[in-house]
Nanobody
Framework: DVQLQASGGGLVQAGGSLRLSCAAS????????IGWFRQAPGKEREGVSCINRSANTAYYADSVKGRFTISTDNAKNTVYLQMNSLKSEDTAVYYC?????????????????????WGQGTLVTVSS
């Protein structure tokens, strides 16, 4: 079974940084995509970023471009989301998701309903 373990959330002041980790296991191939999504109270889950691990191509939501960076350590099967210049509106539960590699890069990159595998969330709280 595919398992995704997200970690790294916490409380940070506005302007600060956090790094989230998503440890993946159980994929039958090394070729898969990992996406990061977030959900704030009362809001829909939205796509933040994703990466096609084998092609090393990434997608970013406009709201995080220039502030967040996604990266992968293929040896550890771990994907990171470095979040800098955090704002109060970044406060949410962050989830990582996994799917086939072409899930990241097309119109479904940011659409949670298209992604198959999900980890538990990790809470990010940005205080202003």
């Amino acid at each position: 079974d595919v398992q995704l373990q997200a970690s790294g959330g916490g409380l940070v002041q506005a302007g600060g940084s956090l790094r989230l980790s998503c440890a993946a296991s159980g994929f039958t191939s090394d070729d898969f995509a990992i996406g990061w999504f977030r959900q704030a109270p009362g809001k829909e889950r939205e796509g933040v970023s994703c990466i096609n691990r084998s092609a090393n191509t990434a997608y970013y939501a406009d709201s995080v471009k220039g502030r967040f960076t996604i990266s992968t350590d293929n040896a550890k099967n771990t994907v990171y989301l470095q979040m800098n210049s955090l704002k109060s509106e970044d406060t949410a539960v962050y989830y990582c998701a996994g799917d086939t590699p072409w899930r990241c890069g097309g119109t479904s990159s940011a659409r949670a309903s298209f992604w198959v595998h999900w980890g538990q969330g990790t809470l990010v709280t940005v205080s202003s």
